[in-house]
């Protein structure tokens, strides 16, 4: 019996299987600029039983990135990217210290070749209890910046102040802590603001 046609043929469509999903491979990059972040007062809005309030500040960090993906799907969109963003805050407790809030965000339906931005917030309440104030909130920031991952792989990364990366730093002059929590926009007042200039959040799951 002769066993090498099959074997012959099998080796050539692994090679042919191989090549078709090489030539299909989409490459994808982005354009990444760097964070910003400042003062933001709660908003205000009508209808209903109107009661009087002073608003208070938000400490919005947020920033504009491109994604594009060759070759280009059909849909001109991305199923979705992840963006982790690091802010390092002055610690109340121990002069010339900081604190790291982290913050994951899954965006989706990200449409490509188009100017979108992914944001993270601090609440009046978080910001209070870090500075003793309530306008006090970017004059507690010390750096802000963040990653964007595409299938799990960094493709980009910036930070307002200082080289990318800091946030991964040994000094025992900045330590990761939990304390007060970063929110991403669905999580604020500001969740339906804006709305087609910032990328799209994946839903929370129950």
């Known amino acids: 019996m002769n066993f090498r046609k099959p074997l012959l043929l099998a080796a050539a469509f692994a090679i042919s299987a191989f090549s078709s999903q090489s030539a ?3 490459e994808s990059k982005v354009e990444a600029q760097k964070p910003k972040f400042d003062d933001l007062p709660s908003p205000e809005f009508s209808g209903g039983k109107q009661k009087s309030f ?3 500040n938000w400490l919005e960090a947020e920033a504009t990135i491109k994604l594009s993906m060759r070759p280009e799907p059909k849909s001109k969109t991305a199923e979705r990217i992840t963006v982790k963003w690091y802010v390092a805050v002055k610690n109340p407790e121990k002069s010339g210290t900081f604190l790291l809030l982290t913050k994951e965000i899954v965006h989706v339906n990200i449409p490509l070749d188009e100017d979108i931005i992914s944001s993270v917030y601090l609440s009046p309440a978080s910001l209070r209890r870090l500075t003793g104030s ?4 970017k004059g507690a920031v010390e750096y802000v910046g963040y990653e964007v991952l595409v299938d799990g792989e960094v493709k980009a990364a910036d930070t307002d ?3 990318p990366g800091w946030w991964k730093s ?3 002059k ?3 802590t939990d304390t007060v929590p970063l929110l991403d926009k669905s999580e604020t007042p500001f969740a339906n603001m804006w709305w087609d200039a910032y990328a799209e959040i994946e839903p929370k799951r129950n």
Request: a positive charge; charged letters at 35%.
């Open 170 to 172: 040994t000094s025992d």
């Open 24 to 26: 299909f491979a989409q």
């Open 174 to 176: 900045i330590s990761r």
């Open 161 to 163: 102040k200082g080289q």
């Open 54 to 56: 002073k608003p208070k």
């Open 134 to 137: 309530d306008r006090a909130g």
